[in-house]
């Protein structure tokens, strides 16, 4: 996803086991903007690659994004990022920036 500014892309089927929301070879300048798409039906969480949906721990509870919420992450490597959902699936979809 070469760009001189940003780029974008998503990730289908997030579900109820952890993974990366992009690869090593994605760098971001600033951060990553990931917005949960307007027709889950389900909470998405992010977090590092121990996060969990909500229901285990507080230290690794992801950050919850219901439908059409977004949020900016200080992070360079999408690689570093994971989602995960406590049923069924979701889409997300973010902005390297």
Do not use: R
Not at 46 to 73: E, F, K, N, R
Not at 87 to 93: E, G, K, P
């Amino acid at each position: 996803m070469p760009s001189s500014n940003f780029a974008t892309g998503s990730k289908n089927n997030v579900g109820t086991s952890a993974a990366a929301i992009g690869t090593a070879s994605e760098v971001a300048k600033k951060g990553i903007q990931i917005v949960s798409d307007p027709n889950n039906t389900v909470v998405v969480y992010i977090g590092d690659d121990t996060v969990t949906a909500g229901s285990s721990a507080p230290t690794t509870d992801g950050y919850p994004l219901q439908a059409g919420d977004t949020v900016v992450i200080p992070v360079f490597h999408p690689s570093e990022v994971y989602a995960v959902t406590a049923s069924s699936t979701a889409t997300i979809h973010f902005m390297l920036i």
